[in-house]
Structures are given as structure tokens and as C-alpha cells.
């Protein structure tokens, strides 16, 4: 499509003049104002390779992002439908040609009892991975999973949002799938690289490049004013991608007036019987990694980082302090894995990619406050339409912080109480009065209020 220009991509990443450094010095020194840069700034950024710039630039996407978000981190877990799919994506596991994967497909009654045993982990909100599959992930079947889903409680704790990662549709599909009351609807190009896209996605319906390209454009006509993109990382080259992520980006804002909630960075890992997977075209190494996220961070400081499980628990802690806002925990990526137990080797048979991160949602929450960031399970903005262009203009003036502080403590205070181990709730509760003090006397009294109602037996509250 027209608007991933791969000539100026390839001329901006081939541009010499872009690795001056006093040039990357003053672009950072811009972008800490929390505007943005351009496409061309951008370039620049990438090509650092400068320790003491790197660490400038690492230092500018910790102070955007809190200026913007905060010390939060929104935690979610992925919910998967079936493993069955009519594409044979070579990086995937649940290619239609793996004959090595056993097959499952989960009916409502399993989804309910999936994302109950979420619910009692502590989980409010899920990502719901479809798949593409004309019997197994119809918008009929994924609508009825919702409502099940959403009609669970375990004495007021439940689902409060569930976002959608499903195969593209027309207007009048994405119209019926925003009847269904879904957070943001999220697919992923996968590369942007056109050639690279052909060979990747040999057959099924995934190998139409453009009208996977252009379904966020759909989804917005159709009303769905949240959504979200990403790139899978070490498919095509890591500074093509990014610029394309960011060209994509850049062409939402500039059609819609709303650019992407969030933007996901997964990075290729071994998944079965997957050969792009077990061999990446372009393996991207963690420090350029690393540098990927500080860039959008500085480039779209507005939306939503996330950053899964596929990474190591390691790396993640230091990729928090670069821009990452959202993250999964807990995740399991086969099909009925939450509320079945199975050894790791049999769930590698089911599973779409091997996890780098094996630890419970409750050992991650209780990870996040030992390095000083607030574990945030609040729904309150899609619940009180702030969303798109609302949710946005909070977000670009980061008034977005006076609004989810207080829902954030809350909710992390019903988890607590709810659900945390005795360290878990031990080390939260502390952590806790320390966000408490650091806030104003408004937000403090406001937060303390809802705390009270919480402790009375109130659940889902929030302003």
C-alpha cells in the first residue's frame, strides 16, 4: 500500500547523513518534549551506535513514558481459541501443514472455563487470540465466547475487557464484532516488507498482503475506535520494520485523527516444525531490541508499548525501562492450557511458540513492585468511553495519569486482597502506601476512598 513506502524506507535507512551524532543528540533533546518525531527522525535514532547516546536515548523513553503513563505497567493474558488455521505462515507453529502439532479447538463451555481459571489467578483482562479458521473462528463463535466470558463472576471478580486478535474482516464483519462490546481489536502485518510478506505466507488467506494491511482501516470505519498493530520482529530487517510500524502509524493519525492504542513488539521464537521460526531471517539481537522500543517510545509517545512473554524474564525487567506499558503474564499459548495441566513437554505438541517467560502472574506482579513498577489491572477508560480520539487527547497531554493512578492503585489493592500469595500481598501492600504518599492530596484521598469500599466488599469500582 501507499503508505509503506519501501523506496523511502530503503533511502532512509541507506542515508549516511542520518549517523551524524550531534544530529541524534538534538532529536533526542526533541522528543523528551513527548510530541513525537518524524519518520526521518526516526531513522536516526536507529542508527545510533554510540554507548553514551544509546544510554541518552534509553534514559529519554523511561522519562516519556512515565510522563505520559507513569511507573504502570497493564497486565493481561492471552486467551487461545483453537490451533487449527488455514494459513501455512512459515513462522508458525499452527501452520496448516504441521503435521507435528496435535489439534485443538476449544467449544464456549471450554473458553468459560479457560477464562474462569484466569479469573482466579487474578486476571481482568484477556487478549483473545481467533486464529483464522472458517468453522473454528467464525464472528458468530467469537461472539458468543464474549458474552460467556463476560457473564462470569467469582464473588465480583471477573473479565472486564477482553481484546480481540482475530484475521481481518470487511467493514460490515468489524461492524458485528464492535457489537460484541471488545476492547481493542489488535492484528499484526507480521513484516511489512512486501517479499519477504509473499514468501512468509506461501498459501490461505493471510497471503493477500493488502487486505491484511489496510483491516485497521476497516475497523476504524466500522467504529472500533481502539486498535492495535505490531510487527514479529527478525522476519524482514529490524530497521525496515520499524520504520513501517511507524509509517503505519503515522497514516492512521493522519486519516482517522487516531493513531494505534498499542503497538506490539513480538520477536521470533522456536515454535514447532516452523522453519522461519527455528531459523530467523533476520534475528534481531537484544540491544538492538532494546533499541526498537526506546524509538517508538520516542517516535508515538502516546500509545501503548506491550511487550509478551516470548521474552525472557530478564530482559523484560530491562525493557521496562525503555517505553513498555503493557504487558502479558502468565500466558500460555496452546489452546485450554489454563485449566488443563500439562507437562511442558506435551504442551510444546499444542502450543504456538515457546514462552521465555514461565512465571505466574502472581511471582510477575510481586517482580514489578521489587523494581518499582505499579501492577495495574484497571478497565476503567473502555468501561467510561475513553476511548479513541478521547482516550488519545488524555494521553497526549498526559492528563491520562490523574484518571488511572487512582484506578490503577484500586485495582492492584483488589488483587491483592483477592488473590496475591502472602510475599506477593505482603510486598504490594507496601509498595502501595509508597505510591499513596507520592500522590496529592486529591488522588490520595480519592484512592483511599475506593481502597475503603474494596476492604467493605465492593468490587469493580473505579472513576
Same mark, same amino acid.
Given at each position: 500500500?501507499?503508505?509503506?513506502?519501501?523506496?523511502?524506507?530503503?533511502?532512509?535507512?541507506?542515508?549516511?547523513?542520518?549517523?551524524?551524532?550531534?544530529?541524534?543528540?538534538?532529536?533526542?533533546?526533541?522528543?523528551?518534549?513527548?510530541?513525537?518525531?518524524?519518520?526521518?527522525?526516526?531513522?536516526?535514532?536507529?542508527?545510533?551506535?554510540?554507548?553514551?547516546?544509546?544510554?541518552?536515548?534509553?534514559?529519554?523513553?523511561?522519562?516519556?513514558?512515565?510522563?505520559?503513563?507513569?511507573?504502570?505497567?497493564?497486565?493481561?493474558?492471552?486467551?487461545?481459541?483453537?490451533?487449527?488455521?488455514?494459513?501455512?505462515?512459515?513462522?508458525?507453529?499452527?501452520?496448516?501443514?504441521?503435521?507435528?502439532?496435535?489439534?485443538?479447538?476449544?467449544?464456549?463451555?471450554?473458553?468459560?472455563?479457560?477464562?474462569?481459571?484466569?479469573?482466579?489467578?487474578?486476571?481482568?483482562?484477556?487478549?483473545?487470540? *481467533?486464529?483464522?479458521?472458517?468453522?473454528?473462528?467464525?464472528?458468530?463463535?467469537?461472539?458468543?465466547?464474549?458474552?460467556?466470558?463476560?457473564?462470569?463472576?467469582?464473588?465480583?471478580?471477573?473479565?472486564?475487557?477482553?481484546?480481540?486478535?482475530?484475521?481481518?474482516?470487511?467493514?460490515?464483519?468489524?461492524?458485528?464484532?464492535?457489537?460484541?462490546?471488545?476492547?481493542?481489536?489488535?492484528?499484526?502485518?507480521?513484516?511489512?516488507?512486501?517479499?519477504?510478506?509473499?514468501?512468509?505466507?506461501?498459501?490461505?488467506?493471510?497471503?493477500?498482503?493488502?487486505?491484511?494491511?489496510?483491516?485497521?482501516?476497516?475497523?476504524?470505519?466500522?467504529?472500533?475506535?481502539?486498535?492495535?498493530?505490531?510487527?514479529?520482529?527478525?522476519?524482514?530487517?529490524?530497521?525496515?520494520?520499524?520504520?513501517?510500524?511507524?509509517?503505519?502509524?503515522?497514516?492512521?493519525?493522519?486519516?482517522?485523527?487516531?493513531?494505534?492504542?498499542?503497538?506490539?513488539?513480538?520477536?521470533?521464537?522456536?515454535?514447532?516444525?516452523?522453519?522461519?521460526?527455528?531459523?530467523?531471517?533476520?534475528?534481531?539481537?537484544?540491544?538492538?531490541?532494546?533499541?526498537?522500543?526506546?524509538?517508538?517510545?520516542?517516535?508515538?509517545?502516546?500509545?501503548?508499548?506491550?511487550?509478551?512473554?516470548?521474552?525472557?524474564?530478564?530482559?523484560?525487567?530491562?525493557?521496562?525501562?525503555?517505553?513498555?506499558?503493557?504487558?502479558?503474564?502468565?500466558?500460555?499459548?496452546?489452546?485450554?492450557?489454563?485449566?488443563?495441566?500439562?507437562?511442558?513437554?506435551?504442551?510444546?505438541?499444542?502450543?504456538?511458540?515457546?514462552?521465555?517467560?514461565?512465571?505466574?502472574?502472581?511471582?510477575?506482579?510481586?517482580?514489578?513492585?521489587?523494581?518499582?513498577?505499579?501492577?495495574?489491572?484497571?478497565?476503567?477508560?473502555?468501561?467510561?468511553?475513553?476511548?479513541?480520539?478521547?482516550?488519545?487527547?488524555?494521553?497526549?497531554?498526559?492528563?491520562?495519569?490523574?484518571? *488511572?493512578?487512582?484506578?490503577?492503585?484500586?485495582?492492584?489493592?483488589?488483587?491483592?486482597?483477592?488473590?496475591?500469595?502472602?510475599?506477593?500481598?505482603?510486598?504490594?501492600?507496601?509498595?502501595?502506601?509508597?505510591?499513596?504518599?507520592?500522590?496529592?492530596?486529591?488522588?490520595?484521598?480519592?484512592?483511599?476512598?475506593?481502597?475503603?469500599?474494596?476492604?467493605?466488599?465492593?468490587?469493580?469500582?473505579?472513576?
Amino acid at each position: 500500500m501507499n503508505f509503506i513506502d519501501e523506496e523511502n524506507i530503503n533511502s532512509l535507512i541507506n542515508d549516511k547523513s542520518l549517523h551524524d551524532e550531534k544530529h541524534q543528540w538534538e532529536i533526542i533533546v526533541k522528543a523528551k518534549e513527548a510530541k513525537g518525531v518524524s519518520l526521518k527522525e526516526a531513522a536516526a535514532l536507529l542508527n545510533i551506535t554510540s554507548q553514551e547516546i544509546l544510554e541518552e536515548m534509553f534514559s529519554a523513553a523511561k522519562e516519556i513514558k512515565e510522563k505520559i503513563y507513569g511507573n504502570r505497567l497493564v497486565i493481561f493474558a492471552p486467551l487461545y481459541l483453537t490451533n487449527l488455521c488455514v494459513n501455512n505462515c512459515l513462522y508458525c507453529a499452527f501452520r496448516v501443514d504441521n503435521k507435528e502439532l496435535e489439534r485443538k479447538s476449544l467449544t464456549v463451555d471450554d473458553a468459560e472455563a479457560e477464562a474462569r481459571a484466569l479469573v482466579q489467578q487474578g486476571q481482568k483482562r484477556l487478549l483473545l487470540v *481467533c486464529g483464522e479458521h472458517p468453522k473454528k473462528s467464525s464472528t458468530k463463535f467469537i461472539g458468543e465466547v464474549i458474552e460467556r466470558i463476560y457473564s462470569i463472576n467469582e464473588d465480583g471478580n471477573n473479565i472486564r475487557r477482553i481484546n480481540v486478535n482475530m484475521a481481518p474482516l470487511s467493514v460490515e464483519g468489524f461492524r458485528e464484532l464492535k457489537s460484541f462490546d471488545i476492547g481493542t481489536y489488535q492484528i499484526f502485518q507480521e513484516t511489512y516488507h512486501y517479499d519477504t510478506y509473499k514468501i512468509m505466507h506461501p498459501s490461505g488467506p493471510k497471503s493477500d498482503y493488502d487486505w491484511r494491511v489496510t483491516a485497521i482501516e476497516r475497523a476504524l470505519e466500522a467504529g472500533i475506535d481502539d486498535v492495535g498493530i505490531g510487527s514479529l520482529f527478525g522476519l524482514a530487517e529490524y530497521k525496515f520494520e520499524t520504520l513501517a510500524l511507524l509509517s503505519h502509524a503515522f497514516h492512521l493519525e493522519n486519516k482517522f485523527g487516531v493513531g494505534p492504542h498499542t503497538i506490539s513488539v513480538p520477536r521470533l521464537e522456536p515454535a514447532l516444525n516452523a522453519p522461519a521460526a527455528l531459523q530467523p531471517p533476520h534475528a534481531v539481537d537484544d540491544l538492538s531490541f532494546k533499541k526498537i522500543i526506546a524509538v517508538l517510545r520516542l517516535a508515538v509517545p502516546y500509545t501503548g508499548i506491550i511487550l509478551s512473554t516470548r521474552e525472557r524474564a530478564e530482559l523484560r525487567r530491562e525493557l521496562f525501562a525503555v517505553g513498555v506499558s503493557q504487558i502479558s503474564a502468565g500466558s500460555k499459548t496452546a489452546p485450554g492450557s489454563y485449566k488443563e495441566s500439562r507437562e511442558s513437554a506435551n504442551e510444546a505438541k499444542f502450543e504456538q511458540f515457546q514462552l521465555g517467560d514461565h512465571r505466574s502472574l502472581d511471582e510477575i506482579v510481586k517482580d514489578c513492585c521489587d523494581l518499582g513498577y505499579l501492577p495495574s489491572f484497571c478497565t476503567a477508560c473502555y468501561r467510561s468511553n475513553r476511548t479513541g480520539d478521547r482516550f488519545m487527547a488524555l494521553a497526549k497531554t498526559g492528563d491520562i495519569g490523574k484518571i *488511572c493512578v487512582p484506578n490503577a492503585l484500586t485495582t492492584f489493592h483488589e488483587y491483592l486482597v483477592d488473590y496475591a500469595g502472602e510475599q506477593t500481598r505482603i510486598t504490594g501492600q507496601e509498595f502501595l502506601k509508597e505510591q499513596l504518599a507520592k500522590e496529592s492530596d486529591t488522588v490520595r484521598n480519592k484512592t483511599e476512598n475506593l481502597i475503603h469500599r474494596i476492604d467493605e466488599g465492593e468490587r469493580d469500582i473505579y472513576f
